[in-house]
């Protein structure tokens, strides 16, 4: 259905399937006053045509239908004619591969006007409403997608790899505030403010991210849905601050390095934890050198709470001593 009026000159509507004109004096002239709610079907449709190849020709109904595992192209065809009268896209009639998203559709099928589906996760609903808005850039190991005090001009989403982002002090010691995995997104919390960014970021190993530069994220957030999944993300952000926080309050680095390793650890007798990304992010992201980090691993092994397999990886030995001192119930020495 469609929340608005619909204007229309020329042939009839079936017919008419050019998309939004670039003047009233277009025969095929349709203009759409305000949104179109989308079915399912015509969302899926749309979206399986604007992320269609850019070096393949025009798909034909047939390959609409298989795209989407329909049976019949006749169903590709009625809902193109719904998309058409919507002004979402147009195609030449009689000419075979024609059709194409309209302006109006583009919108639509980036997201900037579809709204998440219940219970999805906000950094999959962001990048979702934010759709063909965002590029993929390869990072290499060591490489910065921006320093501390930088203007804020892009948010960043890891499709793969690792990040950090840390603080360097006047003494030149740096802590890692945070490590951003597949899927997590950065860079957005400094438009709020309009301040820099207030953490330097480097990927830890060889990564690639989605960006999306301001410009485009400034049109996205006047789209209520698009800023209340930021906010949200920005909530989330602010209680992993917290718990960073509470963390860093325990004084003994064994009890830090203990809190830090548990949630890694997974099912099953004895499981084997490794440490991700490198050992000096690890322990930056606790507060510690890379010194007392090593040291507090010692002291686990010492104490049969872990063994070592190699550099980076441990058994737990005694995972009921390892959550003890992860929660402070125990410390070291005690």
């Not at 390892?322 to 929660?327: G, H, W």
Request: proline residues 8%.
């Amino acid at each position: 259905m469609i929340h608005s009026s619909v204007v229309r000159s020329g042939p009839g509507i079936r017919a008419g399937l050019a998309g939004p004109p670039q003047s009233r004096n277009d025969p095929y002239f349709c203009m759409v006053i305000s949104k179109p709610s989308l079915t399912p079907s015509e969302r899926r449709l749309l979206q399986v045509l604007a992320a269609w190849p850019e070096d393949r020709l025009p798909p034909t109904l047939r390959e609409l239908a298989e795209a989407l595992g329909w049976r019949t192209a006749a169903a590709v065809r009625e809902y193109l004619d719904r998309l058409a009268v919507k002004g979402l896209v147009a195609r030449q009639p009689g000419r075979a591969r024609s059709v194409r998203v309209a302006a109006k559709g583009w919108s639509l099928a980036q997201g900037a006007l579809l709204g998440p589906p219940p219970g999805e996760e906000p950094e999959s609903g962001i990048m979702r409403m934010l759709g063909g808005l965002a590029q993929g850039v390869p990072v290499g190991k060591g490489a910065f997608l921006w320093h501390q005090g930088d203007p804020a001009d892009r948010l960043v989403q890891v499709e793969h790899g690792l990040l950090r982002a840390f603080r360097t002090f006047e003494d030149g010691r740096s802590a890692t505030l945070l490590r951003f995995g597949p899927g997590d997104i950065l860079g957005f919390a400094p438009f709020f403010e309009g301040a820099g960014y207030p953490a330097s970021v480097e990927a830890v190993e060889a990564s690639r991210v989605r960006v999306v530069h301001r410009r485009d994220l400034e049109t996205a957030l006047r789209e209520p849905r698009m800023a209340m999944a930021l906010l949200e993300l920005l909530a989330r952000r602010l209680r992993t601050a917290f718990d960073t926080i509470e963390q860093l309050s325990i004084r003994s680095a064994v009890n830090r390095v203990a809190a830090a390793l548990e949630p890694l650890v997974p099912g099953g007798p004895y499981p084997i934890v490794t440490i991700p990304g490198t050992g000096r992010a690890f322990a930056e992201g606790m507060g510690l050198t890379p010194a007392a980090f090593s040291r507090a691993l010692a002291a686990l092994v010492r104490r049969a709470v872990l063994h070592r397999l190699g550099p980076r990886r441990f058994q737990v030995l005694h995972l009921e001593a390892l959550r003890r001192l992860a929660s402070g119930r125990e410390t070291y020495g005690s």
